[in-house]
């Protein structure tokens, strides 16, 4: 299986619509497409505990914030959030031995605007929640992550999709340009029959390795200083 950039991905899908040449469908056009179907596809894998990354987001908020939806924007901290795993918190300024946990919970407890850190949250239909605090905190977020936008021609697929990648971009192009006659037909086919190859492959090599359920790969994301990175 072969590790394609996102450029011979784009190049591959332009062959498979017949347009080798991208005069009907351009680079930047198919680029859009290949970056949704990718979140897509590695969605459909996590569903399986695969392809999962562990991440943590280290960021100041202001006094009084609750909604925490903002930052999931992009260039912000929690933009590739899937769910949250854990949060700590602490009084911005101090250093990294003062992190209090954060609590998950239904409900957030009311305070008064004197409150002191986070105590704290919620996670309930894709939106995050803290309590307020009175002064500024920093916090860290240890959640679970959606693979990175695919901006880079040069960046590279993950080992073994970008076949089935190209092939899930043109069929969904093929969609928008009603069908193109047959091609919509074949091309769903295709995707449908690697899908199942690429599943039954993954899980073969998960019971191979005898690793149940299959660990998660932990990185820091960003790379800061110990006061976090100001939002504020």
Known sequence: MALLSMLQVNDRAAALLDDPGHRRFSTNYLRAHIDQQNEQMLISLCTLGLQQQEQTAIFNIAPQITDLTPYFQNGQPLQYLLRPKEIDWKITGLPDTAYNTSWPVEELDDVSPSNLGCEQYTWIGGSLQVTPSGTAVTLRIRYLALAESIVDPN???????????????????????????????????????????????????????????????????????AGGSSYI
């Open 155 to 225: 960046q590279q697929i993950v080992l073994g999709l970008g076949f089935l990648l190209a092939l899930m971009t043109a069929r969904f192009v093929c969609s928008l340009n009603n069908g193109m006659g047959t091609l919509a037909k074949q091309l769903d086919a295709d995707v449908k029959s690697n899908k199942r190859n690429v599943r039954n492959l993954f899980v073969m090599q998960q019971q191979g390795r005898n690793v149940f359920p299959r660990g998660i790969r932990r990185t820091i994301y960003p790379t800061i200083s």
